[in-house]
């Protein structure tokens, strides 16, 4: 069995400060780890993944992840955020084998950015 | 290109009625997923078509929930009868047939049962 780990279910920042989502997995066999958001009325969206390769992913909107395997960790980074990325974060995991939409989800992460 | 479809975008039933989700996955994508989230809590899977054949239902609640996927195209999801607890977000999830292809999301469908 495999769970993900969302440790903050909402995380308030200003614009322009660095913010860091946390997410921490257990698993037996070996995963794939992502990243998906979900902005206001909209439906889920990839934001970044780690298959294989450098632990430090790049996605998109500036976002980066950092697959930490001793710590089973899977923080999301951006440096300085914007209002725009006020959203819903979800972080997942895949049995390595698997197809990569039989995803397990963490419960969220609620990031908002005021102004 | 059309991304994932998914219809009604909310839905709100008495307890005891029917009702049917609809998604329209992406235009060649072999691979089709359901998943809900009830409120507070994780997004859950509940099954995967490969074309017309379901691969995994194991995340299918209870036998008043039934997913087809008639000739490997479209898909739609019945809950019958709707219970109270069956309230959440139902989301689509689309992939190409290989392995290592991401899955994309539909808007989701928000069902509410009073």
């Known amino acids: 069995a495999q769970s993900v780990t969302q440790l903050d279910s909402q995380v308030p920042v200003f614009e322009e400060a660095p913010v860091e989502l946390r997410c921490n997995y257990s698993?037996?066999?070996?995963?794939?780890l992502f990243w998906y958001v979900q902005y206001p009325n909209q439906g889920l969206q990839l934001l970044l993944k780690y298959l294989s390769g450098s632990t430090l992913v790049k996605g998109i909107n500036g976002f980066e992840a950092e697959f930490n395997k001793s710590q089973t960790s899977f923080h999301l980074r951006k440096p300085s955020v914007h209002i725009s990325d006020t959203a819903e974060y979800f972080c997942?995991?895949?049995?390595?084998?698997?197809?990569?939409?039989?995803?397990?989800f963490g419960r969220g992460t609620q990031l908002t950015v005021w102004p | 290109e059309a991304g994932v479809t998914q219809f009604p975008s909310h839905s709100v039933i008495e307890k005891g009625q029917t009702v049917t989700l609809r998604c329209d996955p992406i235009?060649?994508?072999?691979?089709l997923y359901w998943y809900r989230r009830v409120m507070g809590k994780e997004i859950k899977f509940l099954l995967h078509?490969?074309?017309?054949?379901?691969?995994?239902e194991s995340g299918m609640p209870n036998n008043r929930f039934l997913a087809e996927r008639t000739g490997g195209t479209y898909s739609t999801l019945k809950v019958q009868p709707a219970e109270l607890e069956d309230s959440g977000v139902y989301f689509c999830?689309?992939?190409?047939?290989?392995?290592?292809?991401?899955?994309?999301f539909g808007q989701g469908t928000r069902l509410t049962v009073v």
């Open positions: 235009s060649g994508h072999d691979n």
């Open positions: 698993s037996s066999v070996s995963v794939y």
């Open positions: 999830a689309s992939s190409l047939g290989q392995l290592n292809t991401e899955a994309f």
């Open positions: 078509f490969v074309k017309e054949s379901k691969q995994d």
């Open positions: 997942a995991v895949v049995y390595r084998g698997s197809t990569l939409g039989r995803l397990y």
